[in-house]
């Protein structure tokens, strides 16, 4: 069975530190792994994706993700974060999504910035 | 820019009444996923499309729940009677064929009271 475990349930950083999110997954075949962005009430943005090749990928707003097989890890990295980047982030595994391959979630790291 | 479409974005009912989100995905997506979230935890599928057809509905509460999707386009999720426990954010997603992301709408906030 696929899953992903995100440690941080919150996490506090100050405007302008670096930020790292960690995630883990298991799956039992090569993975498609996902960072979601989500804002209070609203649905999900993908930040980024990896599929294979290059295991550090690059998404939108600055953030980053390196893909560790040897570690089953997918963790979220971002070297200044702005207050806007407050919000709750969310990693997801699975296959490929047109694939009839569903997308299974971590329950979340919530995200707090300090000015 | 296509998005997944939703409504309604906000619904609250009584218990044992009956209630029903759409969806309709960005168009020519043949995969049409419905996800559930409680507060303060991920996603959790619920049901996925394959154009008109179910390829997962392993975590859909049968005896309350169900869903369509008639002409594989857009998708209705009916809860009947709904329950306090059902109150979570409902979010539809959509991704192509050969699609290598899922596209998600801005969900239905249910509360049953």
């Known amino acids: 069975a696929q899953s992903v475990t995100q440690p941080d349930i919150h996490i506090t950083v100050s405007e302008g530190a670096s930020l790292e999110l960690r995630c883990n997954y298991s799956y039992g075949a090569t993975p498609y792994l996902f960072w979601y962005v989500q804002s209070p009430g609203q649905g999900l943005q993908l930040l980024l994706k990896y599929f294979s090749g290059d295991t550090l990928v690059q998404g939108i707003k600055g953030f980053e993700a390196e893909f560790k097989r040897s570690q089953s890890s997918f963790n979220l990295r971002k070297p200044s974060v702005h207050w806007s980047d407050a919000a709750e982030y969310f990693c997801a595994v699975g296959g490929r999504p047109g694939g009839g391959n569903k997308l299974t979630f971590g329950t979340g790291t919530q995200l707090k910035v300090e000015l | 820019e296509a998005e997944v479409a939703q409504s309604p974005r906000y619904k609250i009912t009584e218990k044992s009444q009956a209630v029903a989100f759409w969806c309709d995905p960005i168009?020519?997506?043949?995969?049409l996923y419905w996800y559930r979230q409680i507060l303060g935890q991920g996603p959790e599928l619920l049901v996925q499309?394959?154009?008109?057809?179910?390829?997962?509905d392993s975590q859909l509460p049968k005896d309350r729940f169900s869903a369509e999707r008639l002409k594989g386009v857009d998708s209705t999720l009916k809860i009947q009677p709904a329950e306090l426990g059902d109150s979570a954010m409902y979010l539809c997603a959509s991704s192509s064929h050969k699609g290598t992301e899922a596209f998600f709408g801005q969900g239905t906030r249910l509360t049953v009271v």
């Open positions: 499309f394959q154009d008109e057809s179910v390829v997962d």
């Open positions: 168009s020519g997506h043949a995969t």
